[in-house]
């Protein structure tokens, strides 16, 4: 149980395209999933709070307009990096959350800008 | 945000090996958890401890959650090469954003 997925689980695009991530909980329902960004060699940074039917919440510096966040229903949730540029290369992680404290962590996507 | 330090940063050791990671905080957590994660993989979760100075056993890992709940630790007796991986201590509070300190990578030589 608690399985959470990604897609895709990478991409490559060009600098100025956008670039949309899926974040699905297959066996649960969560009513709040995060969006997590990490560098090579470094821990995850939470960017934002997804609530599922309102908007998301964003922590300090990330740019909501840049990162817009669509939590449409109580298993999915959208990533969609707008106007890539290669400093938005990393990865991508998303979680849910089943209960008080545990989440439960995708795969990851592997975002490259060119 | 509540800053988690965790040390060592990195560990390289060899099989057979015991070995302790710490997750320390000057903030109190309602919760922590550890996670495991292996590179180009997301976390994932080990264990959550929720009261202070509990003590959770997981095969050849211990973890232990401080008595003021601000403190953490993972032990791994006999490591096997199958332990490598990055060691993450997150904390929550209020809600479920969790707070993850910077890790700790941990290579296990055969």
């Known amino acids: 149980g608690a399985v959470v997925s990604q897609h895709p689980s990478w991409v490559i695009c060009k600098s100025g395209t956008s670039v949309k991530i899926e974040c699905r909980s297959l066996?649960?329902?969560?009513?709040?999933m995060f969006w997590y960004r990490q560098f090579p060699k470094q821990s995850l940074m939470l960017m934002a709070t997804s609530n599922e039917g309102s908007k998301a919440t964003y922590e300090q510096g990330v740019e909501k307009d840049k990162f817009l966040i669509n939590h449409a229903s109580l298993t999915l949730s959208t990533l969609t990096v707008t106007s890539a540029h290669p400093e938005d290369s990393s990865f991508y992680i998303c979680?849910?959350?089943?209960?008080?404290?545990?989440?439960?962590f995708g795969p990851g996507t592997r975002l490259t800008v060119t | 945000t509540q800053l988690l330090e965790q040390s060592p940063q990195f560990l390289s050791i060899q099989e057979g090996e015991n070995l302790t990671v710490y997750c320390n905080s000057s903030s109190v957590f309602s919760s922590l958890q550890w996670y495991r994660q292996e590179p180009g993989e997301g976390p994932v979760l080990l264990v959550t401890?929720?009261?202070?100075?509990e003590v959770k056993k997981l095969k050849r890992l211990t973890f232990q959650f401080g008595d003021a709940r601000k403190d953490s630790s993972l032990h791994i007796t006999a490591a096997q090469p199958g332990d490598t991986g990055l060691y993450l201590c997150?904390?929550?509070?209020?809600?479920?954003?969790?707070?993850f300190g910077k890790g700790t990578s941990l290579l296990v030589t055969p």
């Open positions: 401890v929720v009261t202070g100075g």
């Open positions: 066996d649960f329902q969560a009513t709040t």
């Open positions: 979680s849910a959350g089943t209960g008080l404290y545990e989440q439960y």
């Open positions: 997150a904390g929550a509070n209020s809600g479920y954003a969790l707070n």
